[in-house]
């Protein structure tokens, strides 16, 4: 069959003829143009053909074939293809049966055209993954909305109840009673407070505002200051033991270069963590090692520990771990950690058994300078 060379150009196709009884083809167009291949390159048989194709793609590919085959019929198909530079196109791939002649009818002859439709395809994906984006934000937004406002209402109830209280019976409190009120009324505001802190970090973070301020951090104080400051909010419950191995140079003492406040933020994390959910009683540890142009971090508590199916999810926003009851929590602080480690181009693992305890490493690439 003759084909018009100048209408095949212009169409910017590929056109073949394809043999399916014997697998035999022959090129037209400009192949060189959409595929990257010469003439000789290209191949007269279906075998270099089908090795070029995607190999998720091939089993679909050839079972519309034998079909086509089968039933002497046309076929529609999309798949990836290798360009000669070694990457994947997408090809829309259109075959009708030619016209059969005295010569060949003991064969099955099709007539295709092959059609890069790698644009159309990105804007497709681009278009689902928008979908899937947005369908995610949704969920997202119901799970805030459930959490959000059983957080919001429990600490606003004990603000209100106790205003109140003072408000109507204010004189018949003793000082100590009233102290207690108030320290009642405090310590709902400051859950309030740290609420609206993680949800504002979080927006910050998702909308790229955050930068990094790194400067050298006396990092053993930074740490006895927070291990002090939550002792004193968890009422010295568990004991928390720290164990600090610095980087020196010569008889020198190093500094690491970090953001001091983000690193606040993760240790506090995963410290109130590991109190909130220990076994009473039982101790946290913390051990941090510098060294290696890093900082080592671990955490590790005995407590209600984390079930398997809870771990791919741990980092997610929202997410709380099946097991954790009537413990408080938003399920926001995990995914601000992994956050705020990844601006530090950290790692952050996870080792747990349920009612055994969790340990969290952390290890974030820093360099390291002389104490001031």
């Known amino acids: 069959m003759q084909y018009n060379p100048a209408l095949i150009q ?9 043999c399916l009884t014997s697998g035999a083809m022959v090129w037209y167009g400009d192949f060189t143009r959409v595929l990257g291949y010469s003439a000789a390159e290209m191949g007269n048989d279906c ?4 090795e070029r194709l995607y190999p998720d793609d091939q089993t679909k590919v050839l079972a519309t074939l034998e079909q086509a085959f089968a039933q002497q019929q046309a076929y529609e198909l999309d798949y990836r293809f290798q360009h000669h530079d070694g990457s994947y196109v997408w090809i829309q791939d259109r075959g009708v049966p ?36 947005e369908k995610e934000l949704n969920q997202l937004k119901t799970r805030f909305i459930d959490i959000a406002s059983h957080e919001f209402r429990t600490p606003l109830t004990s603000i209100l109840g106790f205003t109140e209280l003072l408000e109507q019976y204010a004189h018949k409190f003793n000082p100590e009673a009233q102290r207690r009120h108030l320290q009642r009324i405090k310590g709902a505001a400051q859950r309030l407070q740290t609420l609206v802190d993680d949800v504002l970090s979080v927006s910050r973070v998702d909308a790229g505002q955050l930068t990094l301020e790194p400067a050298p ?3 053993e104080g930074l740490c006895q200051d927070i291990i002090e400051e939550l002792q004193v909010v968890f009422g010295h419950t568990h004991p928390i033991q720290f164990d600090f191995v610095p980087q ?4 020198r003492r190093l500094l690491p270069v970090l953001d001091a406040k983000i690193i606040r933020h993760i240790l506090s994390n995963l410290l109130s ?3 909130k959910y220990s076994f009473p009683g039982e101790a946290v540890s913390l051990v941090v090692c510098c060294g290696d ?7 590790t508590d005995r407590g209600i520990g984390i079930p398997q199916a809870d771990l791919p999810h741990l980092f997610e926003p929202f997410h ?11 399920g926001l602080g995990l995914h601000i950690v992994k956050r705020y480690i990844d601006l530090h181009n950290g790692t952050i693992m996870v080792a747990s058994l349920v009612n055994s305890g969790t340990t969290f490493r952390v290890k974030i690439p820093c360099s390291f300078v002389s104490k001031p």
């Open 293 to 299: 142009r890093q900082i080592s971090i671990t955490i």
């Open 320 to 330: 709380r771990a099946q097991n954790v009851g009537k413990i408080p929590g938003t």
């Open 248 to 251: 020196y140079q010569g008889d």
């Open 10 to 18: 212009a169409l910017g196709d590929i056109v073949y003829e394809r």
């Open 273 to 275: 963590n590991a109190l």
């Open 98 to 133: 030619k016209d059969i002649t005295a010569q060949d009818s003991d064969q099955f002859w099709v007539i295709g055209v092959m059609r890069d439709i790698s644009d159309r395809k990105q804007v497709e994906l681009d278009m689902h993954n928008a979908l899937m984006r």
């Open 217 to 219: 951090v006396h990092f």
């Open 47 to 50: 075998q270099t053909w089908l």
